[in-house]
């Protein structure tokens, strides 16, 4: 409209140039002459004529132009529906997916794909939709396909097949694709992360170790899962070598592990068990006492009394300073019972023994104080009265149990439950 309108407006200039060219300068006349042929016409009709033809050859080419220019603009028209379209199923896709509805998310992403800009994506999730729904071979095809879509996109589209393999379990797959990956990229601090949590499925902790330091430089895990994932380290390897009988690599492990995790209660007691199937009590002894004057932990406690020192009397004196922070814990006062009995202060031991059991108690504490009178002495009605008295303790809970529960299996649990008991009463 915009043109045609400019067209008008130079036309009707030019129509009054050309007459106001004529009213001073006369009408004028042009000759046109063609072999034999002779045209007269006056100059403002010739000019005209000029003029229009131009015009109309003009816009007979724009026109012409326009028509040829259609099928193209109708295509471009069309693709550009269709990329809606294709966005259009993203979005929605990544709503369904969102929602919980995989079935659904999964068609509409593949709906629209072949015409997306986004086919990379649209496959990358499309394959988590089909993980939900266990469609391992579908999400193994979609990831294939986004790697024809985006050839480039190598690790971004590994790292997917990689969690996907985790989130299903299929560690040694995982393991294959992240080693590839590692290979592409090889201080990609994402794909160690991976790399380790594969490990840790695996129990490969020697590979695990390897990967702690970068792992932690990262900063890609929470403190809290970090330690967790160290502690779940060197208990691998301590427990590795513990196995395999390998003394001088268990000692160098413990060397190696930061202080901090030698504080954590689950490495500290698989490495005092160790000691103590060495017969290396006083070692277990000294790392026991060091850990409780920080942290106290009871399950240390009874360690503690079972070890068998050089020097009990050192031991005894050391788990009597610690009634001074904790002088109600049953735990403790029962530790100390058992401590007297290995000094053989039998008086000193009976008193440890029933201010526990005053507090708490505890069918461990009845049966130590039991065979303390009975055997050392020589109180065996008071015995067989304590005996009772833990027994009864210990069949409580699985008196509670017995009502859901057949009889032929209470029978089976109440045995392994009371066996140590009968063998001590035995």
Same mark, same amino acid.
């Given at each position: ?276 199937? @060495? $017969?290396?009590?006083?070692?277990? !002894?000294? +790392?026991? =006492?060091?850990?409780? /004057? ?5 399950? %240390? ?12 009397? @050192? $031991?005894?004196?050391?788990?009597? !300073?610690? +009634?001074? =922070?904790?002088?109600? /814990? ?5 530790? %100390? ?12 031991? @009976? ?20 065979? %303390? ?54």
């Amino acid at each position: 409209m915009k043109r045609i309108l400019l067209a008008l407006i130079v036309a009707a200039t030019l129509a009054v140039a050309i007459g106001i060219l004529s009213y001073y300068n006369g009408p004028g006349y042009v000759v046109f002459s063609f072999m034999d042929t002779s045209i007269e016409t006056s100059f403002v009709f010739a000019l005209g004529a000029i003029a229009t033809a131009f015009f109309i050859f003009y816009y007979l080419i724009r026109s012409l132009s326009s028509l040829l220019k259609i099928p193209d603009y109708l295509g471009l028209r069309y693709h550009k529906r269709q990329a809606e379209k294709a966005r259009n199923s993203l979005i929605k896709g990544l709503i369904e997916i969102s929602e919980g509805r995989f079935a659904q998310a999964e068609k509409i992403l593949l709906k629209q794909v072949e015409h997306s800009d986004t086919a990379l994506l649209n496959y990358l999730i499309a394959a988590r939709a089909a993980q939900q729904q266990g469609a391992y071979e579908r999400r193994d095809e979609y990831l294939r396909l986004a790697h024809e879509s985006t050839p480039s996109a190598d690790i971004a589209i590994g790292i997917t097949q990689a969690e996907l393999q985790l989130a299903h379990q299929q560690y040694e797959q995982a393991l294959a694709t992240l080693s590839h990956l590692r290979e592409l990229s090889p201080r990609h601090a994402y794909v160690k992360k991976l790399l380790a949590r594969t490990y840790q499925q695996l129990g490969d902790w020697d590979q695990l170790h390897e990967l702690l330091a970068d792992v932690r430089k990262s900063s890609l895990m929470p403190d809290a899962q970090m330690q967790q994932l160290e502690v779940d380290t060197y208990t691998g390897l301590l427990s590795q070598s513990i196995q395999q009988q390998d003394t001088e690599k268990a000692q160098r492990i413990w060397k190696e592990i930061p202080r901090n995790l030698k504080d954590n209660v689950d490495v500290l007691n698989l490495y005092v068990d160790y000691l103590i199937s @060495k $017969q290396q009590d006083d070692e277990a !002894a000294e +790392l026991i =006492q060091q850990h409780l /004057n920080q942290q106290w932990h009871e399950s %240390l406690l009874h360690k503690y009394a079972s070890l068998h020192v050089s020097q009990p009397q @050192k $031991q005894l004196e050391t788990a009597e !300073a610690w +009634l001074q =922070q904790h002088s109600r /814990n049953p735990v403790l006062l029962l530790a %100390l019972g058992k401590l007297c009995i290995k000094s053989e202060l039998w008086g000193k031991a @009976k008193n440890y023994l029933e201010t526990s059991l005053s507090i708490k108690p505890m069918a461990e504490t009845y049966l130590s104080l039991a065979v %303390l009178l009975e055997d050392k002495m020589h109180e065996a009605e008071e015995a067989q009265s304590l005996y009772r008295q833990g027994l009864k303790l210990l069949a409580e809970p699985v008196a509670e149990k017995t009502e859901q529960q057949p009889i032929s299996s209470n029978i089976t649990k109440h045995n392994t439950e009371l066996a140590p008991v009968l063998k001590i009463i035995q």
